[in-house]
């Protein structure tokens, strides 16, 4: 893969160079993307809105622009070899290296025809402040046009997926994924590993926007009186958007739904659904940040005249979870006063609730985030297999925590979305040795019917088979 580097003048996501006036403003704000996520280390959800805002695109301009740059940033090991591959330079300024990326996403991936792939490219790199490289991005892209895909990954003897299977960096090239998040995978699929190819693929296919709705705040049928919204496929929490955005439906500007992955949803139902012993008044959510499955869990607890404490250790982030759960706190009637959400600041392992104990405790872990790449696809070009000694070591110890914060009888579930085995079941093996005697393992498919999974002692939702996030679910009841 290329190597995006940070550029020499150092940008905003929302400032323009003298030099870019240009009449294709779809692919510009493509580019500027694409630049916010390699010199500024953006997410592309947050630096796109801004973008396309100081560009006014909307509408099928503003569809065109996100496409071209999340399908590059989802292919760009892929598409970043096939143009290499023209080339015979061995250093190319990180705005042409962008522009052919795009330019070749494009003819291969998009339909775009290549004589107006070409041609825009040309104008794009000019516009853009390299009028030098207009000649060889020309060239590159004419070499490219060559061929197409099919052709192309035979030419880089990337043929079928069934080929592959024996070689994972070639598997992790054809389906533009780091080799060790592919070797993962491989790991975390065991004996059903002839379904890597599928996995991979449904990485890179852009996930439609879930809704969810807060308990207590709207309903799954309040949703769906708008047209543009379909009923989920697992949870009962869910609507699925099949255009316009989420911010468009009034329910969601209100604050009685928002925007979350359905296998995120499941998993708060999953913990309001474990049996416990003896008084259920007091939930916790651990790792509460930025509030989503909060949320989820505030409208849960407060049905059954239930607490939820919920601790975020960053005081900024802790103000935002704190607004996303105020609805809860201005909606109950008088019957329910005393139980609007607690925020807490600070770090969890370091037990900010004092001696309190709770019945439920979710701990939804910081994680590698690698089983939310349909989403997040910038992250797998972020994330190291190196980065997991440290979130390993950090699981743990929530885990841990939340097992000691529990009331005997009480039930502690843990999620990641990742479904690497070093965050997944080791964590769980860890947690059952250290605290051997005093816990239990329940079969979390159980508590989760939908998934079909009744027995299994775990839960691993894949977005190739349940159309969700890679999110990893155990339930643990303290003795």
Not at 254 to 270: I, K, P, T
Request: charged share 20%; proline share 7%.
């Amino acid at each position: 893969m290329a190597t995006h580097r940070r550029s020499a003048e150092h940008r905003r996501p929302g400032t323009v160079r003298a030099s870019e006036v240009a009449s294709d403003l779809p692919r510009l704000a493509a580019l500027r993307i694409l630049r916010a996520v390699d010199d500024d280390d953006a997410y592309a959800h947050l630096a796109s809105g801004q973008i396309l805002s100081s560009l006014h695109l909307q509408g099928r301009d503003a569809a065109f622009a996100l496409n071209l740059a999340y399908g590059v940033l989802r292919w760009r090991s892929l598409v970043d070899a096939i143009w290499q591959s023209c080339s015979q330079r061995e250093q190319v300024d990180p705005d042409v290296q962008r522009v052919l990326s795009m330019g070749t996403h494009q003819m291969l991936q998009m339909q775009v025809p290549a004589h107006a792939a070409i041609a825009t490219s040309v104008d794009l790199i000019r516009t853009a402040g390299s009028p030098g490289a207009a000649g060889f991005v020309n060239a590159v892209l004419r070499a490219v046009q060559a061929d197409d895909l099919p052709g192309w990954l035979t030419r880089l003897d990337l043929g079928g997926p069934d080929d592959l299977m024996g070689d994972l960096g070639k598997l992790a090239l054809r389906w533009s994924h780091p080799k060790w998040i592919v070797a993962a995978f491989a790991a975390a699929l065991g004996p059903r590993m002839a379904e890597l190819p599928a996995l991979l693929a449904a990485d890179n296919d852009p996930a439609r926007p879930v809704l969810v709705a807060l308990p207590g705040l709207a309903t799954t049928l309040d949703l769906l009186e708008d047209p543009r919204l379909s009923a989920g496929r697992l949870s009962p929490l869910a609507a699925v958007l099949a255009q316009g955005r989420p911010d468009e439906v009034a329910a969601v500007r209100e604050g009685r739904a928002a925007v979350q992955d359905e296998g995120s949803q499941l998993a708060a139902l999953a913990l309001s659904r474990a049996p416990v012993d003896g008084d259920d008044g007091a939930w916790l959510d651990l790792c509460a940040g930025p509030g989503g499955k909060a949320a989820v869990l505030a409208g849960l607890a407060m049905a059954r005249s239930a607490q939820l404490t919920a601790v975020e250790p960053h005081p900024s982030r802790a103000r935002l979870l704190a607004n996303r759960l105020a609805p809860f706190g201005q909606e109950v009637g008088l019957a329910l006063q005393g139980l609007a959400p607690e925020v807490l600041v600070g770090d969890a392992r370091q037990a900010p609730w004092g001696d309190r104990r709770f019945s439920r405790v979710l701990v939804d872990a910081p994680c590698s985030g690698i089983g939310a790449l349909r989403r997040r696809p910038e992250s797998r070009w972020r994330r190291l297999a190196s980065d997991l000694t440290a979130l390993v070591a950090l699981q743990r110890e929530l885990l841990l925590t939340a097992i000691d914060a529990a009331v005997p009888g009480g039930v502690v579930l843990y999620v990641t979305c990742s479904p690497h085995p070093a965050e997944t079941v080791e964590v769980i093996d860890y947690a059952l040795r250290m605290r051997q005697g005093g816990v239990l393992p329940l079969a979390t498919g159980s508590l989760l019917p939908e998934v079909g999974l009744l027995q299994s002692p775990t839960v691993q939702l894949w977005p190739h088979e349940h159309g969700t996030d890679a999110m990893f679910m155990a339930a643990i009841r303290v003795q």
